[in-house]
């Protein structure tokens, strides 16, 4: 197979998880979405509006870094494979998430 098309096909796999990823965030950078997550996954009904705040600008500062190629390796390779599924790509994103979390001392009750 012709290099460039691997290369073509990889990229567009990254973007993919990207897509994946940003979609994820962007949907935690919304009050109601994040304080659901953080009832379902951490038992938590409410915190206070300054470490939400703490807490949307480390996830913005997630959004706007670059997808770790190597964390997403296993996701980027089989993404557009038949019957990948997408919740194990979710999952990495959940753990890459976790680590915010965990930085604001949630103690995580429910696996992702």
Do not use: W
């Not at 012709?2 to 965030?25: A, F, G, M, Q, W």
Request: include cysteine; proline fraction near 4%; aromatic fraction near 10%.
């Amino acid at each position: 197979m012709d290099n460039s098309l691997i290369r073509t096909s990889i990229e567009k796999n990254i973007e993919e998880v990207k897509k994946l990823r940003d979609n994820k965030i962007k949907s935690l950078l919304r009050t109601p979405d994040l304080m659901m997550f953080l009832e379902e996954h951490y038992n938590t009904v409410a915190i206070s509006p300054v470490k939400l705040e703490f807490l949307k600008r480390d996830l913005k500062e997630l959004l706007s870094s670059p997808l770790d190629l190597v964390y997403y390796s296993g996701a980027i390779r089989q993404i557009k494979e038949p019957g990948y599924d997408m919740q194990s790509c979710l999952l990495l994103i959940e753990n890459e998430a976790k680590k915010i979390f965990e930085k604001y001392g949630f103690a995580q009750f429910k696996p992702f």
